[in-house]
T-cell receptor
């Protein structure tokens, strides 16, 4: 059974640019949740996708957007990058929205 | 609003000894789950243990067990026979009807040989 995978591992961007992060869910999971973890803090919920539809959103601006594909993999897009967007971005998948979430290894984004 | 509080930024334990990490939470949900996740330097968040709020029996997973006090909204993690590989950041988290996890600020556990 393949676990949750994320790409890329690290990314460096400059302020104002756009970035796309990718996540492949664990086999048999149809729900993907995205979290932002700033240095020294706990993860903060960005949004969740269930069967290709957004199923809940945290307190993040509209420049954070996402997609889920028919194979349940997902993308997180961030437009107009700001310095404060520098963080570890974690993806988690679950069998359904209310089930236990299993995390990927994360993508470290640095905005200069 | 749901909140999770971890009041111990850092803890230390001797190898083979027992350590308890504290967590308190606040929620208006009647049906919820509580979790402990471990995040080693590799960054991947690993599920340690899960507790269903409606179950009175404390969850146990090998050397890891919880003390769940629902009335006090307390959810502590006990690690027995600590091993060097247990060294990591530990996060307490809760969920509810919103399906999103609310995390505490974490406790950094050091294991001394």
């Amino acid at each position: 059974e393949t676990g949750v995978t994320q790409s890329p591992t690290h990314l460096i961007k400059t302020r104002g640019q756009q970035v796309t992060l990718r996540c492949s869910s664990q086999s048999g999971h149809n729900t993907v949740s995205w979290y932002q973890q700033a240095l020294g803090q706990g993860p903060q919920f960005i949004f969740q996708y269930y069967r290709e539809e957004e199923n809940g959103r945290g307190n993040f601006p509209p420049r954070f957007s996402g997609l889920q594909f028919p194979n349940y993999s997902s993308e997180l897009n961030v437009n107009a990058l700001e310095l404060d967007d520098s963080a570890l971005y974690l993806c988690a998948s679950s069998q359904k929205p209310t089930d236990t979430q299993y995390f990927g290894p994360g993508t470290r984004l640095t905005v200069l | 609003a749901q909140t999770v509080t971890q009041s111990q930024p850092e803890m230390s334990v001797q190898e083979a000894e027992t350590v308890t990490l504290s967590c308190t939470y606040d929620t208006s949900e009647s049906d919820y789950y509580l979790f402990w996740y471990k995040q080693p330097p590799s960054r991947q968040m690993i599920l340690v243990i899960r507790q269903e709020a409606y179950k009175q029996q404390n969850a146990t997973e090998n050397r890891f067990s919880v003390n769940f006090q629902k009335a006090a909204k307390s959810f502590s993690l006990k690690i027995s026979d600590s091993q060097l590989g247990d060294a990591a950041m530990y996060f307490c988290a809760s969920d509810g009807a919103t399906n999103k996890l609310i995390f505490g600020t974490g406790t950094l556990l050091a294991v001394q040989p």
